[in-house]
């Protein structure tokens, strides 16, 4: 399913899309199993959860002292979408620096850090959207931003 | 072979999510197309440092160093070297 929901969503949103005034955007696309990383946080652990989420993020997906697996997973998709819509899979970037706030509104942003902020900057990518979702056992999340 | 390969093939038996036999992956193959994904190399990263007590620094954590056997290996090496 992971895959070929990926490619429907290629085809569905390529990378050469654009913005109502003509302007290029930048996209990424991901989508991740609950249950694989609810069994890489038993296997690993704080070793993967401090690896992958910064402080903030693992607060807010806390609740009542148990983290929300949904929730992480959305957040994993979220950064392995934004690796997509700027090609850092060769960069060699924390995934610490793509951090997902969640706003006093409910709504979640993408906030990004360091090396990631830089190289959004250096392809022009400004003002991200991003959407989480999960159901069953599938977390998802799409981010998009202009690219001037 | 190598122990270090042997312990490398172990990790990815059991944290690679790969979809056929470590046994039957030659060391140059490329893991993805064996089915890996980012989140299985997360896992294997993760058990690699325990494995050979080592840290993968942020600028290791490229898709080609995890892509396969031998790049793992040469990886390994680099960063016990450092250590």
């Known amino acids: 399913m992971h895959s070929e929901t990926a490619t429907l969503f290629r085809k569905l949103v390529p990378r050469d899309w654009h913005g109502p005034d003509k302007q290029p955007l930048c996209t990424g696309f991901d989508i991740v199993q609950i249950s694989r990383i609810s069994a890489s946080v038993d296997c690993f652990g704080k070793a993967f959860t401090h690896r992958l989420y910064t402080l903030r993020e693992l607060t807010q997906v806390t609740h009542a002292h148990a983290l929300n697996l949904g929730s992480l997973a959305a957040r994993f998709a979220a950064k392995e979408a934004v690796i997509k819509a700027l090609a850092l899979s060769e960069a060699g970037i924390s995934w610490r620096d793509i951090e997902v706030v969640k706003l006093p509104d409910g709504h979640c942003e993408l906030q990004?850090?360091?090396?990631v902020a830089a190289r959004a900057h250096q392809a022009g990518c400004r003002q991200w959207q991003l959407s989480l979702s999960h159901e069953g056992d599938y977390a998802g999340a799409v981010v998009m931003a202009l690219r001037s | 072979m190598p122990q270090d390969?042997?312990?490398i093939r172990s990790v990815l038996r059991d944290h690679g999510r790969?979809?056929?036999?470590?046994?039957?992956i030659t060391d140059d193959a490329d893991l993805?197309?064996?089915g890996m994904t980012s989140h299985a190399s997360v896992n294997v990263m993760l058990a690699l440092e325990g494995q050979f007590d080592?840290?993968?620094?942020d600028h290791f954590l490229k898709r080609s160093i995890f892509s396969s056997i031998d790049s793992i290996h040469r990886?390994?090496?680099?960063?016990?070297a450092s250590h």
């Open chain 1, 112 to 115: 990004l850090h360091g090396r």
């Open chain 2, 5 to 7: 390969k042997l312990k």
């Open chain 2, 75 to 80: 990886a390994v090496n680099e960063l016990h």
């Open chain 2, 32 to 34: 993805y197309k064996s």
């Open chain 2, 54 to 57: 080592i840290e993968f620094p």
């Open chain 2, 18 to 24: 790969l979809n056929q036999d470590i046994s039957l």
